[in-house]
């Protein structure tokens, strides 16, 4: 595939998963509106808007790096989003500023797994879907970022 290639299907298969994540939110939404006909809608929209995203990822999959580049790469990435997020917080306040500084905590631990995933032995992890936050080994009670109770943990073992 050359590059030109590459660049579309990269930015078709970031349009169809952010489109995917805002339909099923606005189906949350909708189903505790009431509108269940919009909510079914976008669930409809957001499953089809997946298989697009699957799609493409399975041909971007060739042009995917080893595990230990993909780490590299996407700590590099948390580095750049730390420093994005530090400049942010400088000029927001409120919900946008809690909201940011959750994206800053959670993604600086993140940072810290990604440091030391070879050192470590096996790890079952548990992630906060409030915040994002990753707990190694058990959830627990109340999430230190968020403090969402431990039934907001989805355990990926």
Do not use: W
């Not at 050359?2 to 952010?18: G, I």
């Amino acid at each position: 595939m050359n590059e030109k290639a590459y660049q579309h299907l990269a930015t078709a298969f970031v349009l169809e998963t952010v489109a995917a994540a805002r339909n099923e939110i606005s189906a949350r939404k909708a189903g505790r509106e009431g509108s269940s006909q919009a909510a079914r809608l976008f669930r409809a929209l957001t499953s089809a808007q997946r298989v697009h995203s699957n799609k493409g990822l399975m041909l971007l999959r060739g042009k995917i790096s080893s595990t230990d580049k993909s780490i590299a790469d996407l700590m590099q990435t948390l580095e750049r989003s730390v420093a994005t997020y530090e400049s942010i917080l400088e000029e927001v306040e409120g919900a946008v500023r809690r909201f940011v500084d959750q994206l800053l905590r959670t993604t600086r631990i993140h940072l810290g797994l990604l440091r030391k995933y070879k050192e470590e032995e096996e790890k079952i992890y548990f992630v906060c879907q409030i915040c994002g936050f990753i707990a190694t080994e058990k959830a627990p009670e109340n999430c230190p970022v968020c403090q969402a109770v431990k039934k907001k943990f989805l355990k990926i073992a």
